[in-house]
């Protein structure tokens, strides 16, 4: 026996994001175009639960979950650098084991959407937090202790590699704008 | 919105037609998604920067060292000044490679030096690593005030 279907994809396409975005209990609107907007934050858990069940439909969340996952990476990155003393182990282990994810995988994607490798991130980071540490008068050799720099040449190579400025420049030019501020 | 669609929003302010068209050029062949916006004088470039309506500032804006003004006394002080425009970076770029040229620009408040170039090809490569270094300054919220970078 044979039936004849006619559907409408539209309509087909919204009952199904309207049910599985129900089925996990996300409040959300949905405009004529078909855009979602979702009233809150979803759970890293529940957006990937979300994109595999609409990827049974050949339905693909855009980028989203990436760019999250991006904002992730920065977060501990930026957590890893701002404490008072960066760990000791490798920064790939650390960041695999923070993420729960394979560096490779890591590293590719957020070169892929930033502009930036994963390690120039990291080196930016580290030579804005010696900026900060050198405005409050630290010297070189603490600075590098910290930010475990093998030593102060090497902090000093990366830091005028990253501004194209020497420590001493940079500190003089800031200290020079302070000048400006308080004399004009 | 990710970061790989938002666009960069470029302003280019330098009087010479020349210089104008070679950077243009040297922008489109990077390939990134980005909005030029460019201006002769230096009065053209502030009106538009101090005109109230403008909701979308550019990221970054090129300004030639001896850009000239004759509304304003000087491009970069006035720019500065204005508390509107603080978290657009400011690029100058100049002929000079002297120290003491280097340390006035940043002490009056740029945050890029760029030494033009002769060369095409290094004006292309520096104009990527400047554009780089100011999306990083922007999508991780880094602080503009120690922003200084000389290329």
């Known amino acids: 026996m044979k039936i004849y279907i006619k559907y409408d994809i539209n309509v ?3 009952t199904i994001l309207q049910e599985q975005l129900e089925k996990l209990g996300i409040h959300f609107d949905m405009n004529e175009s078909g855009e ?48 008072e003393k960066l760990p000791a182990s490798k920064i790939s282990l650390y ?5 729960n994810m394979n560096y490779s995988y890591i590293s590719t994607l957020f070169s892929e959407y930033t502009h ?9 980071q580290k030579i804005e937090k010696a900026k900060k540490l050198l405005l409050q008068e630290l010297s070189l050799t603490e600075i590098s202790y910290i930010l475990n720099y093998s030593s102060v040449a090497h902090l000093s190579g990366q830091f005028k590699k990253t501004t194209g400025l020497s420590p001493s420049v940079f500190k003089k030019i800031i200290d020079g704008r302070k000048r400006k501020i308080y004399t004009t | 919105m990710s970061e790989e669609e938002e666009k960069m929003n470029i302003i280019l302010a330098d009087d010479d037609e020349d210089d104008r068209d070679v950077f243009r050029q040297a922008i489109e062949e990077l390939g990134l998604n980005v909005n030029l916006l460019t201006f002769e004088t230096g009065d053209d470039l502030l009106d538009y920067l101090f005109d109230p309506e403008i909701i979308e500032l550019p990221h970054i804006l090129f300004l030639d060292l001896n850009m ?7 491009c970069l002080n006035e720019i500065r000044k204005r508390e509107k425009l603080r978290d657009m970076s400011i690029a ?5 490679t002297a120290e003491k040229d280097i340390h006035e620009t940043f ?7 760029i030494s033009k170039p002769n060369d095409f090809q290094v004006l292309k490569k520096s104009l ?18 120690t922003f200084l970078f000389s290329i």
């Open chain 2, 128 to 145: 990527r690593e400047v554009l780089k270094i100011n999306w990083q300054f922007h999508t991780s919220g880094l602080s503009k005030d």
């Open chain 1, 36 to 83: 979602i907007q979702v009233l809150e934050v979803i759970s890293l858990e529940d957006n990937i639960q979300l994109q595999a069940n609409l990827k049974r439909y050949g339905i693909d969340i855009l980028s989203d979950q990436k760019s999250q996952l991006i904002q992730r990476i920065k977060n501990v990155i930026m957590d890893m650098i701002g404490r």
């Open chain 2, 68 to 74: 000239f003004c004759v509304k304003y006394e000087n």
């Open chain 2, 107 to 113: 002490i009056g408040g740029a945050n890029i030096y």
């Open chain 2, 92 to 96: 100058i770029y100049s002929t000079s």
């Open chain 1, 12 to 14: 087909a396409c919204r």
């Open chain 1, 95 to 99: 960041l695999a084991e923070k993420m």
């Open chain 1, 116 to 124: 930036s490798s994963i390690e120039n991130y990291i080196i930016l």
